[in-house]
């Protein structure tokens, strides 16, 4: 304001990108409980999903924070899927302050997804179903979202076994009007470092305008999903953030991308939104590959790769 005080003319202001890493808003942090009831075919019949986190629209949007409940924030929370009972509860948990907290790329799909896709993960291990037909079976409503489901993993060639140390995970979503898959293959080396090697996804968006604009959007979706997965840490230390730069907070490079396959089903509905749904998709695919490369459940994000060399 004041340079623009004194200059005749528009005036463009761009912070460096130390100062956007250190100075911006983050995407907000939540802490997820989960809970279900299996009946005797393992089948969920009960969900509760408990999510605690800061509030965006409290702030930004008032009219989507009402009796306490900050609807972006539990959106998704019980995922697309069909059960019999369903109990979603929010705890608002702002940060300190000083420590600001934007919707991230994806909104309230994207903070719900990992949780709940990673959860339903556990609940086929422990019923012995196949994370497929667990997902489809929940899907009865949602025809579309059966289609897709078996498009990915037909293209995914999901029964086809891997080698030991690499691992095959699944991710499903209705987002933005758009019902859409991921499969995930990870490589976890004997330090614990993790490499996205093969990533197909399959969409049905409706009506398709521009193809090579849908891939686009999933590749660069992913893209930005795998690097917050795989590496996205903002830490503070004496109330300032320690990352400042690509050094130190990492993106993915060119050498650490995977095979990407995006495949979009025909379809006669109205388009629906794209830009943000492969995002919403990589972290619970890539952490759902994870656990059938190494057993070990991903609890926290980022991840930890001295909890994976241990395992």
């Not at 003319?9 to 997820?32: A, L």
């Not at 990992?114 to 025809?143: I, M, Q, W």
């Not at 997965?229 to 050498?255: A, C, P, T, W």
Request: charged fraction near 20%; include cysteine.
């Amino acid at each position: 304001m004041r340079i623009g005080q004194q200059v005749i003319g528009p005036v463009k202001v761009i912070w460096s990108r130390e100062e956007d890493i250190q100075h911006s808003t983050y995407r907000p942090y939540h802490y997820n409980r989960l809970s279900a009831t299996l009946d005797t075919a393992g089948r969920p019949v009960a969900w509760h999903h408990r999510v605690t986190g800061s509030s965006e629209m409290a702030r930004w949007a008032p009219a989507m924070f009402t009796n306490g409940i900050d609807r972006d924030a539990v959106r998704d929370a019980a995922g697309p899927y069909e059960f019999s009972n369903v109990l979603v509860q929010y705890v608002r948990q702002d940060p300190p302050p000083g420590l600001l907290t934007d919707p991230w790329r994806g909104v309230g799909h994207m903070q719900n997804a990992y949780p709940a896709e990673c959860f339903l993960d556990g609940l086929a291990h422990a019923s012995n179903t196949d994370p497929v037909s667990l997902r489809k079976a929940l899907l009865d409503k949602h025809p579309r979202g059966k289609r897709v489901l078996d498009l990915v993993a037909e293209k995914a060639g999901w029964e086809r076994p891997l080698a030991p140390g690499k691992g095959r995970g699944l991710a499903f979503t209705l987002a933005f009007g758009t019902y859409a898959a991921q499969v995930a293959e990870v490589s976890v080396d004997a330090q614990g470092n993790v490499r996205a090697d093969r990533i197909v996804t399959v969409v049905d968006c409706g009506q398709i305008v521009s193809p090579r604009t849908v891939e686009a959007q999933v590749q660069g979706g992913t893209v930005f999903g795998l690097s917050a997965v795989l590496f996205g840490n903002i830490s503070i230390k004496n109330g300032r953030v320690e990352q400042s730069n690509f050094h130190d907070y990492r993106v993915l490079r060119m050498n650490e991308m995977p095979v990407m396959e995006t495949y979009c089903v025909p379809s006669t509905e109205d388009p629906a939104g794209i830009g943000e749904v492969a995002t919403v998709l990589a972290t619970p695919a890539i952490v759902n590959a994870i656990v059938k490369a190494t057993g070990q459940r991903i609890r926290q994000l980022p991840m930890n790769a001295a909890e994976l060399k241990a395992a």
